[in-house]
């Protein structure tokens, strides 16, 4: 299949079809179309204002699950501009991708660098639930070991005791499960303090986490369908 038709048959979403031979087909001519994918990310204010002109213009959806699998981390910049657009337009023209699949992207684009993840979950002019999705992104580092457990959960005592504003947010709940899932021992008191300041609803599962083994909640984390990078 050309580039040209590949292009054409992943910009226009049509109800119930799925581009399944253009997709096969892009991923086959890896190197060629990669060059289009980037391009198609590129001047965020201009991708957002055709996404939320064009409600079937679907190039860019496609475009950050190829350029994931592909692992390239010309992306990574590219992707936190778009989502670093401050409000909720960015999620809005996303949909389900930023609490689905943002954070998994972000760390398959990433090269195992949490800097760029790091200016979105601090960004309060950044929607919540897309900062939220850095913060899995960051775990999903630990998950394929592209990043040491100890750093990120240093990362993440950095936001509990001042990092992160300290108002009540849906951050703070995604940051509360990011830290169970890594196993929770250095920041428990933390993560008391902030139910105490009513910034999490709950720190039951903290608690319960735990209280289990920690090899064993670490190896639940490698079987999670939230923090596994994009391969297909």
């Known amino acids: 299949m050309e580039l040209e038709t590949i292009l054409q048959e992943l910009t226009t979403f049509?109800?119930?079809?799925?581009p399944r031979a253009a997709l096969e087909a892009a991923i086959a001519q890896q190197e060629a179309i990669t060059p289009h994918l980037l391009e198609a990310l590129e001047d965020a204010p201009r991708?957002?204002?055709r996404m939320e002109a064009e409600g079937d213009y679907m190039l860019p959806l496609y475009?950050?699950?190829?350029?994931?699998?592909?692992?390239?981390e010309r992306?990574?910049?590219?992707l936190v501009n778009f989502f670093s657009l401050p409000g909720e337009s960015p999620l809005d023209v996303t949909g389900d991708f930023v609490t689905e699949d943002l954070g998994s992207v972000l760390a398959s684009v990433s090269g195992g660098d949490m800097t760029l993840m790091r200016h979105l979950i601090e960004n309060p002019q950044v929607n919540e639930y897309i900062r939220s999705a850095a913060l899995s992104?960051?775990?999903c580092l630990v998950a394929h070991d592209l990043?040491?457990?100890?750093?990120?959960?240093a990362y993440f005592q950095?936001?509990?005791?001042?990092?992160?504003?300290?108002?009540?947010?849906y951050v703070w709940e995604g940051l509360l499960s990011?830290?169970?899932?890594l196993y929770p021992e250095e920041v428990i008191d933390d993560l008391r303090q902030a139910f105490a300041d009513d910034l999490v609803d709950d720190v039951s599962w903290a608690e319960h986490n735990l209280a289990q083994r920690k090899e064993a909640v670490l190896a639940d984390l490698q079987q999670d369908r939230h923090y596994q990078l994009i391969n297909d």
């Open 14 to 18: 049509t109800v119930g079809e799925f």
């Open 47 to 49: 991708l957002l204002a």
């Open 63 to 72: 475009a950050f699950f190829l350029l994931a699998q592909f692992r390239e």
């Open 75 to 78: 992306a990574y910049p590219l």
């Open 137 to 139: 992104g960051l775990v």
């Open 147 to 153: 990043q040491l457990r100890d750093e990120v959960m």
């Open 158 to 169: 950095h936001l509990l005791q001042g990092g992160l504003e300290r108002e009540y947010s």
């Open 178 to 181: 990011c830290c169970c899932d």
